[in-house]
T-cell receptor
Framework: RKEVEQDPGPFNVPEGATVAFNCTYS??????FFWYRQDCRKEPKLLMS???SGNEDGRFTAQLNRASQYISLLIRDSKLSDSATYLC?????????????FGKGTKLSVKP | DGGITQSPKYLFRKEGQNVTLSCEQN?????MYWYRQDPGQGLRLIYY???????QKGDIAEGYSVSREKKESFPLTVTSAQKNPTAFYLC?????????????FGPGTRLTVL
């Protein structure tokens, strides 16, 4: 079965710290990669797409390593508001390339 | 404002009853999806629809049914055949039917079976 795997955490870090999450995926044919953020008892929201060349959005940097089939998310200068669960998402195969496979998420807790 | 709405936010059901969860989007998205999330678990795909009047089973379709009579609406019925229906149900949509674009989620419905 095609899967997306993440370390569930929790990652407990102080404010201002840099924290990195990794995610591995099993489908070498996957073409689309995303990081979503999910707050407690809320819906997932797109944090950023992950491009082959890597991309940065403020304090967040995403990297893709196709050869090793993993994706990373780096958060610099952590804020209390970054506390959430981060979901790694990859498109799967099967009947539709549009179907996304969600990892179980990595929980981040930023402490004062 | 464009977006996806789900109702109700909380739903309580007695065992043996069918219940229908609403999902509406005004984003003009082609594809719509239903997921289930259990505590500490990832999202699991129940059903999806890429076009009006067509839908496909996801990974855990047993005990659920859907319809797609209008582009903007994709209701999910949780039937009495679903053995463990208590969960957080999320509806999502995206632009490209069958395309690997990001999905946008509604706020979810929490279903509890009493």
């Amino acid at each position: 079965r095609k899967e997306v795997e993440q370390d569930p955490g929790p990652f407990n870090v102080p404010e201002g710290a840099t924290v990195a999450f990794n995610c591995t995926y099993s489908n070498s044919a996957s073409q689309s990669f995303f990081w979503y953020r999910q707050d407690c008892r809320k819906e997932p929201k797109l944090l950023m797409s992950v491009y082959s060349s890597g991309n940065e959005d403020g304090r967040f940097t995403a990297q893709l390593n196709r050869a090793s089939q993993y994706i990373s998310l780096l958060i610099r200068d952590s804020k209390l508001s970054d506390s959430a669960t981060y979901l790694c998402v990859v498109n799967g195969d099967g009947g539709s390339q549009g179907n996304l496979i969600f990892g179980k998420g990595t929980k981040l807790s930023v402490k004062p | 404002d464009g977006g996806i709405t789900q109702s109700p936010k909380y739903l309580f059901r007695k065992e043996g009853q069918n219940v229908t969860l609403s999902c509406e989007q005004n984003l003009n998205h082609d594809a719509m999806y239903w997921y289930r999330q259990d505590p500490g678990q990832g999202l699991r795909l129940i059903y999806y629809s890429q076009i009006v009047n067509d839908f496909q089973k996801g990974d855990i379709a047993e005990g659920y049914s859907v319809s797609r009579e209008k582009k903007e609406s994709f209701p999910l019925t949780v039937t009495s055949a679903q053995k463990n229906p208590t969960a957080f149900y999320l509806c999502a949509s995206n632009w490209e039917a069958g395309g690997p674009s990001e999905q946008f989620f509604g706020p979810g419905t929490r279903l509890t079976v009493l």
